[in-house]
Nanobody
Framework: QVQLVESGGGLVQPGGSLRLSCAAS????????MSWVRQAPGKGLEWVST????????YYADSVKGRFTISRDNAKNTLILQMNSLKSEDTAVYYC????????WGQGTLVTVSS
């Protein structure tokens, strides 16, 4: 069955970095665009970034542009989010999602940015 498993979250100080990973299985990974979506405590879902199936196009929310980098390794069925210059407002549960329909979600990984 389709499975997305995020990892790499944790507690980091403002200005620090984290690298999130999403391991995909149960479907043809390189046929799907993939995205990261986050949800801050008490708030709704916020789209963060999307990468095309072949990696040729990438999009970022204005709130993370210049600080976050999305990438993928289709040989390893893995989606990556490199997060630098983290701010307190980046605190959230981060989810990887499949396709433009976002028809599959992982369980999420918690990122806490705090001193």
């Amino acid at each position: 069955q389709v499975q997305l498993v995020e990892s790499g979250g944790g507690l980091v100080q403002p200005g620090g970095s984290l690298r999130l990973s999403c391991a995909a299985s149960g479907f043809t990974f390189d046929s799907y665009d993939m995205s990261w979506v986050r949800q801050a405590p008490g708030k709704g879902l916020e789209w963060v970034s999307t990468i095309y199936s072949d990696g040729t196009k990438i999009y970022y929310a204005d709130s993370v542009k210049g600080r976050f980098t999305i990438s993928r390794d289709n040989a390893k069925n893995t989606l990556i989010l490199q997060m630098n210059s983290l701010k307190s407002e980046d605190t959230a549960v981060y989810y990887c999602t499949r396709g433009t329909a976002r028809d599959a979600w992982g369980q999420g990984t918690l990122v806490t940015v705090s001193s």
